[in-house]
């Protein structure tokens, strides 16, 4: 069984999560920062040769009224850009509130406000794979 990689991705940065071995439990792994395509699709291929990765779950931002705006748009570019380049399986998770969820683990876990930033998208990728995860597990 490979393992899973979870993308929160935004303008910015993407916050990159992985799976156990056996798709357990979602960690953080880093976040990239985005310098452009070439480069951000360079920096998921290296994750890629890096773990058995059989799936990539990307976060798609929608609306609170479940329609897709401007960023899940882009999400969904983002991901359609991994099927063309990667032999690996892509699919897209409901992502709503995970940013605001992130943040407030943050705050509970004691880290301070100027450190946040730089977890909170990693945060964010982790309850989006795990989502996933867990899903999956209540299926079988």
């Given at each position: 069984?490979?393992?899973?990689?979870g993308?929160?991705?935004g303008d910015?940065t993407i916050?990159?999560?992985?799976?156990?071995?056996?798709?357990?439990?979602?960690?953080?792994?880093?976040?990239?920062?985005?310098?452009?395509k070439k480069?951000?699709?360079a920096a998921?291929?290296?994750l890629?040769?890096?773990?058995?990765?059989?799936?990539?779950?990307?976060?798609?931002?929608?609306?609170?009224?479940n329609s897709?705006?401007l960023?899940?748009?882009?999400?969904?570019?983002?991901g359609?850009?991994?099927?063309?380049?990667?032999d690996?399986?892509?699919e897209?998770?409901?992502?709503?509130l995970?940013?605001s969820?992130?943040?407030?683990?943050?705050?509970?876990?004691?880290i301070?406000?100027?450190?946040?930033?730089?977890?909170?998208d990693?945060?964010?990728?982790?309850?989006?794979?795990?989502?996933?995860?867990?899903?999956?597990?209540?299926?079988?």
């Open positions: 069984m490979g393992r899973y990689l993308l929160d991705v910015k916050g990159v999560a992985i799976s156990d071995e056996m798709r357990w439990m979602a960690q953080p792994v880093k976040t990239i920062k985005r310098i452009g480069k951000d699709y998921i291929a290296a890629l040769h890096s773990y058995d990765i059989e799936k990539i779950v990307v976060g798609l931002p929608k609306n609170m009224d897709i705006g960023q899940a748009e882009k999400a969904m570019e983002f359609e850009g991994l099927k063309k380049r990667f690996v399986l892509v897209f998770s409901d992502e709503r995970t940013t969820r992130s943040t407030q683990i943050l705050i509970e876990s004691g301070r406000r100027e450190n946040r930033k730089q977890f909170v990693q945060v964010a990728a982790v309850q989006i794979l795990q989502t996933v995860l867990d899903l999956e597990r209540s299926k079988a």
